[in-house]
């Protein structure tokens, strides 16, 4: 018989050294040195930091997207309600006509377009009474002529604001659409970010489905 010194170990090739993607402290282990491991079973429980940060920036980029994308939505009626309205004072109708319409929401348009209307339409009013008036040898050239000016300012007013609302609402559509683009491009790099981490498909879907819950 012969004896010689010699150690025990494993089969290096039946082995697998494991390291995490992310710091932080194991606070469970569930397999010890030796046990046979099947695929997809928890080795260890690993609390960290970093993971939750990671989690916590998805939540607030998923947060931010939906509420972006609620202000396109509302950015989208708002121009396409304004754009009616704008169509509909080109016509010049009654006041008390546009009184009875619903043209849904448009925002703080609504008020500044009949406002900026009304204010046409009274100027018009007086320019027309007063040119009857002046016909007639009742008021001065002076009185005539100021009203006229009075009438044409309001004019100029009124259809400068049709412009600007016009060109508002399609500028305020656009930037609402790029800021929804650039808050799903954040929310797209902070999921990378958690499947660089480690977390599957399924793991990222149901945080979105979490945090559009508790919305």
């Known amino acids: 018989v012969l004896t010689m010194p010699g150690e025990v170990s494993l089969d290096e090739d039946r082995v697998v050294h494991l390291v995490s993607r992310v710091s932080g402290i194991v606070v469970d282990v569930k397999k010890n040195l030796g046990d046979i491991v099947e695929t997809g079973e928890c080795m260890a429980i690993l609390d960290s930091a ?11 980029r998923c947060n931010q997207a939906d509420y972006n994308a609620l202000q396109y939505d509302r950015a989208k009626v708002i121009e396409q ?42 100027a018009r009013a007086d320019y027309e009474r007063m040119g009857k008036l002046y016909q007639k040898k009742a008021v001065s050239e002076s009185e005539f002529l100021t ?22 609402v399609k500028r ?18 902070a999921e990378r970010a958690l499947a660089i981490i480690g977390l599957t498909h399924e793991q990222i879907d149901r945080l979105r489905r979490a945090s559009a819950a508790l919305n």
């Open 172 to 189: 305020e559509l656009a930037d609402s659409l790029q800021t929804l683009r650039v808050s799903r491009y954040k929310l797209k790099t």
């Open 147 to 168: 009203d006229r000016n009075d009438y044409q300012k309001a004019k100029a007013t009124f259809f400068a604001k049709l412009h600007d609302a016009r060109y508002k």
């Open 81 to 122: 309600n304004t754009s009616k309205a704008i169509d509909a004072l080109l016509k010049l109708p009654a006041l008390d006509s546009l009184k009875g319409s619903d043209y849904g929401d448009m925002g703080a348009y609504r008020s500044e377009l009949l406002a900026t209307y009304s204010s046409f339409l009274t």
């Open 50 to 60: 970093e993971l939750g940060e990671a989690k916590s920036l998805f939540f607030e």
